[in-house]
């Protein structure tokens, strides 16, 4: 059964960096696109990265050059690296497998950046 | 990047109804489309691929339709589990982007 389990959400202030993990269960994370997608308070969804099988990686302009996306083999967990944290940074995030539309969601961790 | 509009943002239906929501694409996403449903405080669930392929698992009552720039979901007869909020998404391009989502309330 496929799984995804997003953690490492909370409170941070603006500025500050979050490490946001997603572990991935019944299938193998370097063999597929991986996303995250975020979702503010009262909001829709906004893709915000991908990594692909190859290791490349594409950002949302929003969160280029403050987010990086990695994944780690061994552990079958991806990764999201948020920096220089803002305010409208602040929401839901899923991770989310991605063959091309996105099959397999996780229960999202919620990320508020605020002081 | 392509900008995803859905109609209406709330449609107000009886339970045993039938339901279309609409997707438009500002340029052609061919069949790359994908419909989901998602209920409050849960993740998105994936209900149709390309544009009229149901996911698995996914009930006959939802079907979906289109190509290019336009496209339709439409639920037979709506059932109580139904009542949502469905955003249609482009996957033919990067960026990805969503719908800002189509409210199905009961009426």
Same mark, same amino acid.
């Given at each position: 059964?496929?799984?995804?389990?997003?953690?490492?959400?909370?409170?941070?202030?603006?500025?500050?960096?979050?490490?946001?993990?997603?572990?991935?269960?019944?299938?193998?994370?370097?063999?597929?696109?991986?996303?995250?997608?975020?979702?503010?308070?009262?909001?829709?969804?906004?893709?915000?990265?991908?990594?692909?099988?190859?290791?490349? @990686?594409?950002y949302a302009d929003s969160?280029?050059?403050?987010?990086?996306?990695?994944?780690?083999?061994?552990?079958?967990?991806?990764?999201?690296?948020?920096?220089?944290?803002?305010?409208?940074?602040?929401?839901?995030?899923?991770?989310?497998?991605?063959?091309?539309?996105f099959d397999y969601w996780?229960?999202? @961790?919620?990320?508020?950046?605020?002081? | 990047?392509?900008?995803?509009?859905?109609?209406?943002?709330?449609?107000?239906?009886?339970?045993?109804?039938?339901?279309?929501?609409?997707?438009?694409?500002?340029?052609?996403?061919?069949?790359?489309?994908?419909?989901?449903?998602?209920?409050?405080?849960?993740?998105?669930?994936?209900?149709?691929?390309?544009?009229?392929?149901?996911?698995?698992?996914?009930?006959?009552?939802?079907?979906?339709?289109?190509?290019?720039?336009?496209?339709?979901?439409?639920?037979?007869?709506?059932?109580?589990?139904?009542?949502?909020?469905?955003?249609?998404?482009?996957?033919?391009?990067?960026?990805?982007?969503?719908?800002?989502?189509?409210?199905?309330?009961?009426?």
């Amino acid at each position: 059964e496929v799984q995804l389990v997003e953690s490492g959400g909370g409170l941070i202030q603006p500025g500050g960096s979050l490490r946001l993990s997603c572990a991935a269960s019944g299938f193998t994370v370097n063999s597929n696109h991986m996303s995250w997608v975020r979702q503010a308070p009262g909001e829709g969804l906004v893709w915000v990265s991908v990594i692909f099988t190859s290791g490349g @990686t594409f950002y949302a302009d929003s969160v280029k050059g403050r987010f990086t996306i990695s994944r780690d083999n061994s552990k079958n967990t991806l990764y999201l690296q948020m920096n220089s944290l803002r305010a409208e940074d602040t929401a839901v995030y899923y991770c989310a497998k991605t063959p091309g539309p996105f099959d397999y969601w996780g229960q999202g @961790t919620l990320v508020t950046v605020s002081s | 990047e392509i900008v995803m509009k859905q109609s209406p943002a709330t449609l107000s239906v009886s339970p045993g109804e039938r339901a279309t929501l609409s997707c438009r694409a500002s340029q052609s996403v061919s069949n790359n489309l994908a419909w989901y449903q998602q209920k409050r405080g849960q993740a998105p669930r994936l209900l149709i691929y390309g544009a009229s392929t149901r996911a698995t698992g996914i009930p006959a009552r939802f079907s979906g339709s289109g190509s290019g720039t336009e496209f339709t979901l439409t639920i037979s007869s709506l059932q109580s589990e139904d009542f949502a909020v469905y955003y249609c998404q482009q996957y033919n391009h990067w960026p990805m982007t969503f719908g800002q989502g189509t409210k199905v309330e009961i009426k």
